[in-house]
């Protein structure tokens, strides 16, 4: 009856959605450029970093076990993201614990703290901890780079801990404590089951932040301790050919294998 | 009636009556054990980021001449030094601007992306949200690195200029501040992107149904209704990639190739270049200050639109 009016709205409708969607495409494309170009790049057989690739080559990832920097920094940063990961679930998540299940003063202010390192500039905590670590003698050690990591992942695991326990449902917790449970037989056997996915997303994320993290570990452990960001941003800055990219393909493929992870276990806008 | 209101008494009175000395005794008890959970975080915390941040503060009120000498007093004359000369002023605006384009461009880009997620109903959702996040998941380092290959002048951009016909000569991308900023554009993309989404989430489509029924068309529609309403998300995302990039070192360092001075790269050569703490902390502070400036305009500008 009324199908006169809606076809012009929706002939209109169709040419801004066109446009849109257009633009949508574009930005995508631009979004998603530096990792494409990478991988093109990782397979050409150019000597040097150029456009268009000349042949197909696995050269440079066969180049790869050769560079022993690479092995060593990797070994590094999974060591030091490792330990960074597993201290800041300890302090973080009964931290978060407290906060969400019970009442104290300054419980507000401490939160906001928890959160805090976010809104430093890496740059100038990375200064600080240098200039705190360097009469020590701390520097150059797999200590200090698990130090500079702490303050920032404590956030991560932090906000999505806070997120689980505060969507979470506390009546199992009440019935487990009314037939008896302590507090502690009630936080393994019920709480950690509920929030499992949440500390799961923060872990993985602080795992990838600490392991990508390139200012503080350059700043802290340089010429010591190199983790793998490190290697590569001094390899990029001093050489000019596609071994990098190889190596950058391999550690997008890694990234895109626990973003599907994460995705499947929580959801990836959760945990970020 | 009565039942219950005995049974009300009951309770009242019976053994939670009783109990009013070991609810005060179960009260201090849970502060203890909400104290003994906090305390390994704050120890965390207090060493790897309070402490350190209180040290370099510190740091800046001491003289130093480089080379890892510094001398304990408390004066100003190193934070007032970068102050007095005009070469900092340059690079403490060169950062101030590089945000600013930073920020504006970088909405403009992510703005149709997170519009669109907002919006679709897409089977494809979570595969084109993963895509437009999973960059935030690599390292600046690589993600630069790709920049560098792009905008080079042997790269794909000016490579393909060339043979197109467009221009004679390769445009000088790489090693320029119009480099740094069009790769932290991207970079920055998904947090951007991520901002927006939720504050697209918390705006009404009745509303922009209302306005299409209305007789509004689709360009009026969204001007009028959902411009206006996504001004909160717009900000707080320009906020954050404002933030993001003052404090940015690896791209600037890379994509700039010594050429590009911010106060991030500045802040690094004094540090582990010329070994002058002091000073270098000094240049910390003044990103720190630029910093909670722009927090602070943030919030006064949110209070007023009433985000």
Redesign the interface.
């Known amino acids: 009856m009324t199908t006169t009016a809606p076809v012009p709205f929706r002939k209109k409708f169709a040419w801004g959605g066109l446009a849109f969607k257009t633009v949508v495409v574009l930005a995508y494309v631009f979004l998603l450029a530096p990792l494409l170009i990478v991988f093109v790049i990782s397979f050409s057989s150019n000597r040097y970093l150029s456009f268009p690739p000349e042949g197909f080559t696995f050269e440079w990832y066969q180049a790869l076990p050769q560079q022993t920097q690479f092995i060593e920094g990797l070994q590094t940063s999974l060591l030091t993201a490792s330990i960074t990961t597993v201290i800041v679930l300890l302090i973080a998540v009964p931290a978060t614990l407290a906060i969400d299940r019970y009442d104290f003063v300054g419980k507000a202010a401490l939160s906001g703290l928890f959160l805090s390192p976010l809104l430093v500039p890496t740059i100038v905590l990375a200064l600080g901890l240098v200039l705190v670590l360097g009469p020590l003698g701390l520097t150059n050690t797999y200590t200090s780079i698990v130090i500079g990591h702490i303050a920032i992942t404590v956030p991560y695991v932090v906000r999505t801990t806070l997120m689980a326990l505060q969507t979470s449902d506390t009546s199992c917790e009440e019935a487990a404590r009314v037939l008896g449970a302590n507090g502690t037989t009630v936080f393994w056997r019920v709480t950690l089951p509920i929030i499992r996915p949440g500390v799961i997303a923060g872990a993985v994320m602080a795992f990838i932040v600490s392991f990508d993290e390139a200012v503080i570990s350059l700043f802290v452990a340089e010429s010591g301790r190199p983790t793998l960001p490190v290697h590569v941003l001094r390899y990029v800055e001093n050489s000019a050919d596609a071994v990098v990219a190889a190596l950058s393909v391999i550690l997008i493929l890694f990234s895109v294998l626990i973003v599907v992870i994460v995705e499947r276990v929580v959801g990836l806008k959760n945990a970020l | 009636m009565t039942a219950t209101q005995t049974l009300a008494e009951a309770r009242a009175t019976g053994p939670y009556l009783a109990s009013g000395e070991q609810e005060k005794r179960t009260k201090r008890r ?2 203890r ?3 003994a ?2 305390i ?6 207090a ?3 309070l ?6 503060i510190r ?1 800046a009120f001491n003289e130093g001449s480089g080379n890892g000498i510094v001398v304990e007093t408390f004066t100003f004359s190193t934070i007032l030094d970068p102050l007095t000369d005009s070469y900092y002023w340059k690079v403490t605006a060169d950062t101030f601007l590089m945000g600013l384009v930073v920020g504006v461009l970088c909405i403009v ?2 703005y ?2 997170a519009l ?1 997620l907002a919006r679709t109903q897409s089977k494809w959702m ?1 595969l084109l ?22 905008l ?1 002048d ?3 951009v ?3 200029l060339l043979g197109i016909g467009l221009i004679d000569s390769p445009i000088r991308m790489a090693n320029s501040m119009s480099g740094v900023i069009i ?1 932290l554009v ?1 970079i920055f ?2 947090y951007a992107i ?1 901002a927006m ?1 939720s504050g697209f989430g918390r705006i009404s489509t009745q509303l922009e149904e209302a306005a ?1 029924s209305l007789g509004a ?3 009026k529609v969204f001007f009028r209704i959902t411009l206006p309403l996504s001004l909160p998300g717009v900000l707080t995302a320009f906020l954050l990639v404002f ?1 993001l990039s ?2 940015t ?2 791209t600037p ?2 994509l700039g190739g010594g050429v590009v001075q911010v106060l ?1 790269t500045e ?2 050569d004094q ?2 270049g010329l070994l002058n ?1 002091p000073f ?2 000094a240049l ?1 502070i003044i ?2 200050v630029l ?1 909670g400036a722009v ?1 602070s305009v943030y919030q006064a500008l949110i209070k007023k639109i009433g985000g």
Do not use: C, H, Q
């Open positions: 849970n502060r054990i909400a104290l959970l906090v390994p975080g704050i120890v965390g915390l060493v790897s980021f402490f350190p941040l209180v040290y370099m740091m880009v992510s149709p992306i669109f979570g949200l993963a895509a437009a996040l999973a960059p935030l998941l690599t390292s600046a380092v690589v993600r630069t690195y790709g920049w560098m290959v792009l080079g042997d790269g794909l000016n490579s393909t790769g991207e993309m998904p991520l989404i299409g068309n689709k360009a933030v003052i404090s070192f690896v360092r890379l991030a802040i690094y540090a582990t703490w270098a902390a910390a990103l720190l910093f927090i």
